[in-house]
Each structure stands twice: as structure tokens, then as C-alpha cells.
């Protein structure tokens, strides 16, 4: 089955900089990457996801880049606000026809100090 | 439009006691997932269901956890017995899964399950 890694575990960065996440998987079938955020004791919520079909996708601060030949995809947090502090995961899926089975990274715990 | 209900919201119970948990999805949403949850790991899929029917149960530990989806809507988990190992968030999610989209799964705000 597929395996997720995702790094690093937590990342602390100063109001205003970048924040990147990376994460590899192993099944070369998967073929839709989205990322969630979890705010403390909330559900997760898509922030952004992309097909295999494209090798970089962006929404205003996000972007998440692809690279399907090393089998990693990383996300992308530009000009960070306090209110990005959260949890992160990452997760990988062969697309088939009845949904998608998502497995999930471990997450990484993003703190964004004023 | 209303976003995936769960309930209940807590639930404390001593191991070997049983416990259920229930998810009402999106509506229209044809495919449901629940997942575990455990403190500080990412989610887990326990099982996933298209309609009515089972597309996915490889990771329920089928010894203890049951789950059900009979007239393609709402959705029970079930635990019997309880082990300590169990403690975690359950969450529900929910997705459309149309032709050309309706990727996106959306979550419940989950059951923290703790067992004593």
C-alpha cells in the first residue's frame, strides 16, 4: 500500500518569511496530492491540492509543487501570518472511480511567531 | 450548504465497555470515509463506503469495529469491545465524487473517543 512521509515535524518561522513542507510516497499509482490544514481541536480542511497531471499549482500564499519522477510533492507558505499556526498533512491517492482512498503524512506543526 | 455531522462530540468509556459513533454526511455526497485519528499522527482510514456498498475496509480491524451505511446516507461506527489502543479522534468525511471532480473530502469535527 501506499506509505506518506512528511517533512519536518514541526517548523517555526518568523512572521513574514516562507514555510515548506515536503513529502514523498511510495505507490508511483497515486495520483492526487492534497494538503489539510488542522487548526487545535478543529477538523482538517483542504488548503490546496493538485493532479499529476500539473507540476505546480499556486492560490495566493500556497503553492504546492509536484515532482511525480522522485516521487515527492512539497507545500509552500509565503509572507506567513500568525493565524497560518496549525497542523499540516499532506496525503497521496490513486484516483479511482469510487473516491478517493487518501493516506495521509504524519503532519508537521507550523508555529508563525508575531 | 450544511457541512458533515458527527455525534457524539465526546465519549468516555472503560475498556471492553462498547460504543458507537454517527455521521451524517453532505448532501448528495455518494462516497464516506471514517477515519482514526490517534494524538500527534495523521488520519487513518478505517473504511470507506460508495453509496451502500464497502469500497474500501483493509485497515478496520474487523475483530472489533463494525460499520454500516444502509440507505446510502448517514453512517455508524462501531467498537466492541473497547481497548485502550482505541483512544483517538474519530472523524467522518464526506466527498461528491462526479465525473471530472468532487475530489474534495470534508470532515466532521470528529468524536474523541477515550477509553479508560
Known amino acids: 500500500g501506499e506509505n506518506v512521509e512528511q517533512h519536518p515535524s514541526t517548523l517555526s518561522v518568523q512572521e513574514g518569511d516562507s514555510a515548506v513542507i515536503k513529502c514523498t510516497y511510495s505507490?508511483?499509482?497515486?495520483?492526487?496530492f492534497p494538503w489539510y490544514k488542522q487548526e487545535l481541536g478543529k477538523r482538517p480542511q483542504l488548503i490546496i491540492d493538485?493532479?499529476?497531471?500539473?507540476g505546480e499549482k499556486k492560490d495566493q500564499r500556497i503553492a504546492v509543487t509536484l515532482n511525480k519522477t522522485a516521487k515527492h510533492f512539497s507545500l509552500h507558505i509565503t509572507e506567513t501570518q500568525p493565524e497560518d499556526s496549525a497542523v499540516y498533512f499532506c496525503?497521496?491517492?490513486?484516483?479511482?472511480?469510487?473516491?478517493?482512498?487518501?493516506?495521509f503524512g504524519g503532519g508537521t506543526r507550523l508555529m508563525v511567531k508575531p | 450548504e450544511a457541512g458533515v455531522a458527527q455525534s457524539p462530540r465526546y465519549k468516555i468509556i472503560e475498556k471492553r465497555q462498547s460504543v458507537a459513533f454517527w455521521c451524517n454526511p453532505i448532501?448528495?455526497?455518494?462516497?464516506l470515509y471514517w477515519y482514526q485519528q490517534i494524538l500527534g499522527q495523521g488520519p487513518k482510514l478505517l473504511i470507506q463506503?460508495?453509496?451502500?456498498?464497502?469500497?474500501?475496509d483493509s485497515q478496520l480491524p474487523k475483530d472489533r469495529f463494525s460499520a454500516e451505511r444502509l440507505k446510502g446516507v448517514d453512517s455508524t461506527l462501531k467498537i466492541q469491545p473497547a481497548k485502550l489502543e482505541d483512544s483517538a479522534v474519530y472523524l467522518c468525511?464526506?466527498?461528491?465524487?462526479?465525473?471530472?471532480?468532487?475530489?474534495?473530502?470534508?470532515f466532521g469535527p470528529g468524536t474523541r473517543l477515550t477509553v479508560t
Open positions: 468525511a464526506s466527498s461528491l465524487d462526479r465525473r471530472g471532480g468532487g475530489y474534495e473530502q470534508y
Open positions: 448532501s448528495g455526497h455518494a462516497t
Open positions: 496525503a497521496a491517492s490513486p484516483r479511482y472511480n469510487a473516491g478517493n482512498m487518501l493516506t
Open positions: 463506503f460508495q453509496n451502500n456498498g464497502v469500497v474500501d
Open positions: 493538485i493532479r499529476s497531471n500539473v
Open positions: 505507490d508511483s499509482a497515486s495520483n492526487y
